[in-house]
């Protein structure tokens, strides 16, 4: 711990290089034995992270926190030994802590602290899988939402670089500021290269509804969608999500994931015409910047 103290000790710091950040990550853990974490980046992620200046850390009495800057508030990520209670500590924005489990192993414990630290428990998200098996369905129900599209003068378009400001503005006005997570340049040209993106457009083109997702090998990951509040309630959402599934099993994937707000229960309705729950949960903790 004599180590730790020495390189990362006093208050918030940002990380300069991947190096760095591997090099803080190693000797923490060194030091400090088997830790529990709710961190899942990959390295191109963190690339893009540190490339845009956007990746802090600070260590919190026994608590390694790596902080990804947002426009409105941090996404916390923290390592701490298993017999270790988490610690928090004062920052310049809002702070976001997501816990992912299942009912059985959920991190039950790590939120009751987080919560005793001054965290707000904020949104519940249930995790659901789409597979090839519903095709049949979604075919028909495709149908039903091509003509329904074609009758309102919607078209589809993939995502260009240019959408994103008018996009991002339309998932954080539909969604919450803190469910939507701000793209570096690196993932928004990714997004427009492999047709990642699926943008509905009226007649004068204006984006209407957008949804982004990833694809991995035969996984594909379901990002945002969200309509634009003029469009709400009319079917451009469920339209636009058929429209993004049959596009996504069209490229070879086996198996669809992606989170709903455990209470909106129309999406819920929605998601469950062609996906089932895998049991996982995803709890946010939200600390205000005056903590």
Known sequence: MKNVNKNLGG?????????????????????????DTNCYMNIPMLEGYVEEHRIFYSVIQSTLWCYIQE??????????????????????????????????KYALVRENELVEEGGRLFKRNVEYISTESILPVLSKMKQKCNGFILKMKIHYDFFHGVDYEEMYKMFKERIDKYSVKLL???????????????????????????CCFTINGNIAIL????????????????????????????????????????????????????????????????FEHNL
């Open 223 to 286: 990002e945002n969608i969200a309509s634009d509040f003029a469009y709400n309630g009319i079917g451009i959402g469920s339209s636009l999500f058929c429209q993004e599934l049959s596009e996504i099993f069209s490229r070879g994937v086996k198996k669809a994931f992606f989170w709903v707000w455990e209470n909106n229960i129309e999406s819920r309705k929605m998601s469950e015409r062609f996906a089932t729950l895998t049991g996982r949960f995803s709890q946010y903790i939200v």
């Open 71 to 104: 426009r409105e508030y941090y996404l916390g990520y923290y390592y701490v030994p298993k017999n270790q209670k988490i610690c928090v500590d004062g920052i310049d924005k809002d702070l976001v802590v997501s816990l992912i489990g299942t009912e059985s």
């Open 184 to 210: 570096t340049g690196k993932c928004i040209r990714q997004m427009e290269r492999e047709k990642e993106g699926i943008i509905a457009r009226a007649e004068n083109g204006k984006i209407v509804a957008a």
């Open 11 to 35: 208050g918030i710091r940002r990380v300069d290089s991947i190096e760095e950040w591997i090099m803080i990550l190693k000797e923490f853990k060194s030091s400090m034995g088997k830790c």
